[in-house]
């Protein structure tokens, strides 16, 4: 959709939903991928599988290559974590990891209702192993600190973003 693609990405718990808000009432382009592209399936094919996990959590890849091919927007930002990222990381202009510190991170999933992901005990374990390991998270993402307010992180991401001021990470540089 966009002349220019960015992935937001990060654990569970660093924003990436309200980076995604935050961006789209600033008036740009930002798909939210848990909503918009996700479902359950085998990361490594595709097919659907039965039973919400997080490692069959993926994005539809054929869509996420059609909507880069658009060139509607200037600028599109897919917000959002998919363990098949590596299908489509190349894509991209440029990726952004989502950091928070290990407080910030529980804070935040405390706030949490049980029946949303990481709301049950089994699951942030998980996510806190994620957040130490960044096993699940493109690697060559620029990091950005999502402990900082909403709209600095906002402010940040839209910077690198400008014209001349591209993110280091270029296609060819992307990877699982």
Request: hydrophobic share 35%.
């Amino acid at each position: 959709m966009g002349i220019r693609n960015y992935l937001i990405e990060g654990v569970s718990g660093t924003g990436k939903t309200s980076v995604c808000k935050e961006l789209r009432r600033r008036g740009y382009h930002a798909i939210n991928g848990d909503t918009d592209l996700a479902y359950q399936g085998d990361p490594e094919t595709g097919i659907p599988t039965s039973g919400a996990t997080h490692e069959h959590h993926i994005w539809q890849v054929d869509r996420v290559r059609a909507l880069v091919a658009g060139q509607d927007e200037a600028v599109t930002f897919f917000c959002g974590g998919s363990r098949n990222f590596y299908q489509f990381v190349d894509l991209f202009d440029g990726v952004f990891v989502l950091d928070v510190d290990l407080d910030t991170l529980n804070r935040r999933l405390d706030q949490r209702p049980e029946d949303e992901w990481g709301g049950k005990q089994a699951e942030r374990e998980l996510i806190v192993r994620l957040h130490r390991t960044k096993e699940d998270i493109p690697k060559n993402g620029i990091s950005i600190d999502a402990t900082a307010p909403l709209a600095h992180v906002v402010d940040e991401i839209v910077r690198r973003t400008e014209a001349g001021k591209q993110p280091q990470l270029r296609r060819t540089e992307a990877g699982k």
